[in-house]
Every structure is written in structure tokens, then in C-alpha cells.
């Protein structure tokens, strides 16, 4: 049965999975409807400005009071929070090959970081993962007090378990789930691989279009939070818990996504990348790739993002004697790259869809030898990128890679050869 879903970005909603869960008129009241419990999950401070406020109210068969005690710390994996310094910020840019699948992983358990930044503590920067399953988590679950999650699936399809209903979401589609809601995450498909980006700073929002005004790039309507689910079930079960970089558990007697009703907008949502709407030149030039921006997590220096969500998608390049790939450039922001399928355009071999890159702040970096090639000899009749969908992690922080990442077999240790076929061209 296909699952119902609530439309529209930073929206109040609110849902019921039995009639009559809602009080109505009242957050609060003395005695809630069916026996529930009141619980309130706050995303920001009570006293944050209206327009920034994150809560959402829950009415549960049991009170999350009840879903942590007695934790135990847990060996966290694979799984790194910031600050971390397992090695020393790169000297030059980095790739990686896909990461190939291992038997026996769930979501969780296929966690693996890559690269940090930041302070989780201190609630700012990130953390970029990616992660690698085959089974399902059945009688697990877990919530990430340290930061919100954005899941971007790479291969199979994901169906998130929440606490405020169930996303279904594929390759080719995200999800957000917000910091400190319990879920879990079962397979659709046999394996799945895919990329996380741990946001430890403000919340993500849509960017401002600026002069491109009210329409274009992601809209509000497109992005789709679940409708209230619950589980009833009284198996025994485990609650992981990650807090201040560590990871904790404790064994419960029922499912903690007991929540019949709620309403608010702390909730976690999903969004088709198929239905961003690119904005491009058309008439010269390349305009700045801030354009495809989906999603960013704001930092207290405007214009300079915590964490921005870029894709590249399938789109027309038209420009008139214009180099239509992104240009050489030295950013002051960090990129981590990943590829969901196709072939990029800067990069027409050696990067392929479930690999990754990160090229550092001021670390130069563009097309190789071979799309500069194909660029500067192209007949400039306008021309469709098809079949092609990367994405970036944009951050203003340096990412460091952690030990697992700078040992990885995957590691590429030829990468910047794809440049050194770059010739000199001058001519007086």
C-alpha cells in the first residue's frame, strides 16, 4: 500500500494514526485522549524567534523517559564525531572507489565516517559518512542527539521508521531525520550504499533565491513529511543512543515508535532531487554553482554556510562560447563529493557512482585533462547532461578525514594524475 505523506517544507502538521489521538485546542491536557502520554520533542530553545522555533508535540503509548534507562556504552564502530583528529588534514585532493558491500550490516552498523569538522560539543560543523547494509534493522533502533541527519541512498531503497511515520526513500531521493527522533531503517532492496551528512549546526532550510526571486531550485510544496504510524509490539529490542560523540544502549521490552498522534514541525521529511528545478545561464558564462543548492545549514557568517546541499542533476547547457564545466577554482569552502549515478562532467574517468571525493579548502582543483579536452572542442549547440545525478557536501570548515578513510584500500593514490596531462597552451 502506498504510504500518505504531508506536503510542504518547515510546516506545522499534524496527524493521527487513531482517530481522536490530537487533543484539541490544547497541547497539554490534564488527561490526554486514549490513554496517551504527553511528550514534547524541542528542536530549538523555547525562546528562539518564531519564524526558527523547532517542536513537535507527541502522544505516546509510553513516555521516552522509559526508553533510556540503565544505558551502557557501547563501542561506537566505525562511527567518529568531531573533533577528531585520527589524521592530519590532506595535502592535496582526495578519492575515493566505491567502498565494497560487506554481509551482515545494518544501517547502523554499515555507519562509517569519512571526514569531520567542527565540534559537535560546541554545535557547529559536520560529519560526512557513508554507509553499507544488507540486513534490516528488525529489533533495533536508534537517535542522533549530536546532530540531523540528511541520507542521500546511492543503491536500494531505504524505508525510514520514525517516530512520526514511515519515508520511503530511493536513490535519487533524501531524507532528514531531525537530531534526537528514534528510528529505524529497513531494506527494500537486498543491499544498499549510500552517503550521510551529520549536521551539527542550525538546521537545514531552503536558501534564499536572492534575484531569482519567488520560484526556482527546490520548492516548499515538493518536500513530504510522513503521516502518524505506530508500533504496538512488546518484543524485546535495542535502543542505541549517540550523544556528545559516544554511543550508548539499552535493551527495552517494546518498540519506542509508540507515538499514535502528533503535531508540529521537528518532524523528518524526504524530498525527490528530480523535481529541483535548475537554474542556469542562458545567454554566456557560468553562473556560481551556488544555484544548485538545495538545502543549507546556516553558520553565524552570512553567506558563509555551515553545511550547503548541492546537487548536479540532469539538466540543458546552452551558454555561448562559454566553458560549460565548472571552471578551475580555489574555494574557501571544503567539498565532499559523491556520485549517484552516471558520470559527472568535470570527471569523466576514475570517479565513479558510490565513490567520493573531498577537496579542501584552498586546495585547487577542476576538470581533468579529458573533459577540458572535450570542453574546449565541444560544438557549442546546446547539449543535454542526462543520466547524471552527483551531489556536495559544501562546508566552511575544513574536513579531515578520519583513520579508517586515509587507510581505506579505496583510496586513489594516483588522483591528481587526472590533471597532470594538462599542458601549457600560451601563445603570443
Known sequence: MALAYLSGFGNHHASEAVAGALPVGQ???????????????????FTAPKGQNRRTWLYRIRPSVLHVHDLREVDAGLIRTAPCRESEPPIGQLRWDPIPAEAGLTWL??????????DAHGQFGMAAHI?????????TY????????????????????TECGILEVAPGEICVIPRGMKFRVELLDKTARGYV?????????????GPIGANGMANERDFLAPTAAFEETEDACTLFVKFDG??????????????????????????????????GSISFDHPDPSIFTVLTAPSDRPGTANVDFVIFPDRWLVAEHTFRP???????MSEFMGLIHGVYDAKLEGFDAGGFSLHNAYWPHGPDNDAWQAATTHDLTPQKLA???????????????????????????????????LRRHFRR
Open 142 to 161: 536508534c537517535y542522533d542527539a549530536d546532530g540531523e541527519l540528511l541520507v542521500v541512498p546511492q543503491q536500494g531503497r531505504l524505508r525510514m521508521v
Open 326 to 332: 565548472p571552471y578551475y577554482h580555489m574555494n574557501i
Open 197 to 209: 551528512c551529520e549536521n551539527y549546526g542550525a538546521y537545514f532550510t531552503l536558501p534564499e533565491r
Open 131 to 139: 554507509y553499507l547494509a544488507d540486513t534490516s534493522m528488525t529489533d
Open 27 to 45: 497541547n497539554n491536557p490534564q488527561q490526554p485522549p486514549l490513554g496517551l502520554y504527553t511528550e514534547q520533542l524541542s528542536g530549538t530553545a
Open 246 to 279: 559516544r554511543l550508548f544502549a539499552a535493551d527495552l521490552d517494546h518498540s519506542p515508535l509508540d507515538v499514535v498522534g502528533w503535531h508540529g514541525n521537528h518532524v523528518p521529511y524526504k524530498y525527490d532531487l528530480a523535481r529541483f528545478n535548475t537554474i
Open 387 to 421: 543520466g547524471t545525478l552527483a551531489f556536495m557536501f559544501e562546508t566552511r570548515y575544513p574536513l579531515i578525514p578520519t583513520g579508517y578513510a586515509a587507510t581505506l584500500p579505496a583510496l586513489q593514490e594516483d588522483y591528481q594524475e587526472v590533471w597532470s596531462s
Open 109 to 118: 552498523t554499515g555507519l562509517r565516517t569519512i571526514a569531520t569538522n567542527g
